[in-house]
C-alpha cells in the first residue's frame, strides 16, 4: 500500500452509528490521523449545515465534501472549491413530479436543508441530535425553489415502501442530467449527473496535488461507490452492502462497532 495522505469518510452508517453519533473512540482516531499529517475529509450526503457536530468541532478540518458530491469546501477559508447543482429549472420538473405522490421531500440548497413537512423535519432534528437547524416546513417546495432562483445541491424523496422509490425513480429515468440511487435507508437521493463522490474527492486531491493511490476511503451504500473504486485503498463498513464489500480491499467492523476506528488503527496508523 502506497503512503496514505488522505482519508475519505462517509458519515452516516460510516463514521456514525445507527443511532446518528460518533463514538469517542472513532473521534479520537480522527484526531490522531490528523496529528500524522494526513488529511481527514468528511464526505456526506449530508448538507454543510447538517455537518455532524463532533466533526464540526474538529478545529483540524480543511475540507468537506457534501451532498453526496455535489459540493467541495475549504472550510477554513469558508470557499467553494467544487460545485455540480441542479438547475432550477430541472430542480422544479423534479420537484412536481414527485409532489404529485404526495411523499416527504428535502431539499439541499446553498448548504441548508428544507423539508416539505413539519413532522419530516422535526424528525431530522432529534434523530440527529440537532444537526441539521429546524425550519417551518415548505409544503410547494417547487414553488419554493422556482421562487429563489437558485440552483439545487441535492432532492431526496422519502418512503417506507420500495416499490413507491423504485416507481418515482422510473418517472425520473428521463432526466439523464440527474444521478439517481435509492438508499437501504427508504429514500431516493437525486444529484446532477456529476455530482458524485468519487468525482468531488477527484477534484479535491487535484487541487492538493494527491494522487488517488495516495488516498484510502471508507463507506457502506450505493452512493460510496464512486469514491471507493477510485481510492487506492478502499475499505468497506462492516454493515455495507455486498457490492461495496466486493470492492473493498479490507472490511472493518460495523458502525455500531466504531469500525472506521478499527480501520484507522489496524490499516492507517
Not at 463522490?197 to 457502506?220: F, P, Q, S, T
Amino acid at each position: 500500500m502506497k503512503m496514505i495522505k488522505l482519508l475519505a469518510v462517509d458519515m452516516d452508517e460510516t463514521a456514525v452509528n445507527s443511532r446518528h453519533r460518533m463514538t469517542k473512540v472513532t473521534k479520537e482516531a480522527l484526531r490522531e490521523v490528523y496529528a500524522k499529517g494526513i488529511h481527514v475529509v468528511p464526505v456526506t450526503g449530508r448538507c454543510l449545515e447538517g455537518l455532524p457536530a463532533n466533526m464540526r468541532g474538529m478545529e483540524e478540518l480543511s475540507y468537506i465534501i457534501t451532498s453526496n458530491g455535489a459540493k467541495v469546501y475549504d472550510w477554513k477559508e469558508k470557499e467553494v472549491l467544487y460545485r455540480k447543482l441542479i438547475s432550477n429549472e430541472t430542480a422544479c420538473d423534479v420537484l412536481k413530479i414527485c409532489q404529485q405522490d404526495a411523499l416527504g421531500i428535502a431539499i439541499h440548497q446553498e448548504g441548508k436543508c428544507y423539508d416539505n413537512s413539519k413532522v419530516q423535519a422535526l424528525y431530522r432534528k432529534l434523530a440527529y441530535h440537532g444537526d441539521f437547524k429546524m425550519r417551518e416546513a415548505i409544503k410547494d417546495l417547487c414553488g419554493f425553489v422556482k421562487k429563489s432562483g437558485k440552483p439545487i445541491e441535492k432532492i431526496q424523496v422519502f418512503s417506507g415502501k420500495k416499490e413507491k422509490l423504485e416507481s418515482i425513480k422510473n418517472k425520473l429515468e428521463p432526466f439523464d442530467d440527474l444521478e439517481l440511487a435509492i438508499s437501504t435507508s427508504g429514500y431516493i437521493e437525486i444529484t446532477q449527473k456529476d455530482a458524485q463522490k468519487g468525482k468531488a474527492l477527484e477534484h479535491l486531491c487535484r487541487y492538493l496535488e494527491i494522487h488517488m493511490e495516495e488516498v484510502m476511503a471508507i463507506g457502506d451504500n450505493e452512493n460510496d461507490h464512486s469514491m471507493l473504486v477510485r481510492a487506492g485503498y478502499p475499505i468497506a463498513m462492516g454493515n455495507a452492502n455486498e457490492e461495496i464489500k466486493k470492492i473493498a480491499k479490507y472490511v472493518t467492523a460495523s458502525n455500531d462497532e466504531s469500525g472506521v476506528a478499527k480501520a484507522i488503527y489496524e490499516k492507517l496508523l
